[in-house]
């Protein structure tokens, strides 16, 4: 079983902060791309970020230059650094992650974590 659980969500007026992270836990083998998604009241969930196994990440041209990704491949974990925060970056926040389990450690799955609100207020 694999679980992806996210935390740092809320409530943050237009121009602040917040941070969220992702761990995953459970028979894991590995992990290649980690990703946080978001999807706002009626609209398509949309990807915010991404992160390879190297590193390397790619941004939604929406949040270039305010948000970060990283990870910590130790512990399994995803963060997403939010700044500068918009109203309209208000939505639902899951993180995904491509990763195989110790049973079948040659074939590599998408897993979702359960979200996570985030709301900016104007």
């Known amino acids: 079983q694999v679980q992806l659980v996210e935390s740092g969500g809320g409530l943050v007026q237009a121009g602040g902060s917040l941070g969220l992270s992702c761990s995953a836990s459970?028979?894991?083998?590995?992990?290649?791309?980690m990703a946080w998604y978001r999807q706002a009241p009626g609209k398509q969930r949309d990807v915010v970020a991404t992160?390879?196994?190297?590193?390397?990440?790619d941004y939604a041209d929406s949040v270039k230059g305010r948000f970060t990704i990283s990870r910590d491949n130790n512990k399994n974990t995803v963060y997403l650094q939010m700044n500068s925060l918009k109203a309209e970056d208000t939505a639902v926040y899951s993180c995904?992650?491509?990763?195989?389990?110790?049973?079948?450690?040659?074939?590599?799955?998408?897993?979702w974590g359960q979200g996570t609100q985030v709301t900016v207020s104007s």
């Open positions: 995904a992650a491509k990763l195989a389990t110790t049973r079948f450690p040659s074939v590599t799955s998408t897993y």
């Open positions: 459970g028979s894991i083998a590995s992990i290649n791309a």
């Open positions: 992160i390879n196994s190297g590193g390397g990440t």
